[in-house]
């Protein structure tokens, strides 16, 4: 069902993804939430949080921007990764007493949403790299 809907939109933008959107709000807790962490954090796990939820919209985007299905799809997967890595470090502030267990739920629970949506995504444009999705996104590709 979610495939049907997406293949009948025509987005003029990655950032009209719901999926892209949800990992910005993501990267914005993260940086919100690692303000909070000891100053000696600072080139540590505060880095790599911040760094990895960067990472998540940034490889949708450049996902978006590639010439076709299978090759957007390596950077789906990159930022699918980056969303455990960042599950990771979340679980381990808790456990290093940088969080308290209502943060870790937050970060978790927005963690969990992007994976559902990105692996929706990603099963998508598996089906369009199979030639199972006759409509395809179209998305605004400047150039």
Not at 20 to 35: H, R
Not at 66 to 95: C, H, V
Request: include cysteine; charged fraction near 25%; proline fraction near 3%.
């Amino acid at each position: 069902m979610v495939i049907s809907l997406l293949a009948m939109t025509t987005l003029k933008s990655y950032m009209d993804l719901d999926v892209w959107k949800k990992s910005c709000e993501l990267t914005k807790l993260v940086y919100e939430t690692t303000k909070l962490f000891p100053a000696d954090e600072q080139f540590g796990l505060t880095s790599q949080m911040r760094r990895a939820s960067v990472s998540v919209p940034s490889n949708i985007a450049e996902g978006c921007g590639r010439n076709g299905p299978k090759d957007s799809m390596r950077f789906f997967y990159i930022a699918r990764g980056g969303l455990y890595e960042i599950e990771t470090q979340t679980l381990l502030s808790n456990q290093l007493n940088f969080i308290d267990a209502v943060t870790q739920q937050q970060i978790l629970e927005r963690i969990i949403e992007c994976k559902k949506l990105l692996n929706g995504f990603i099963n998508y444009h598996q089906k369009l790299s199979e030639g199972k999705v006759t409509e395809p996104i179209e998305y605004y590709k400047e150039g």
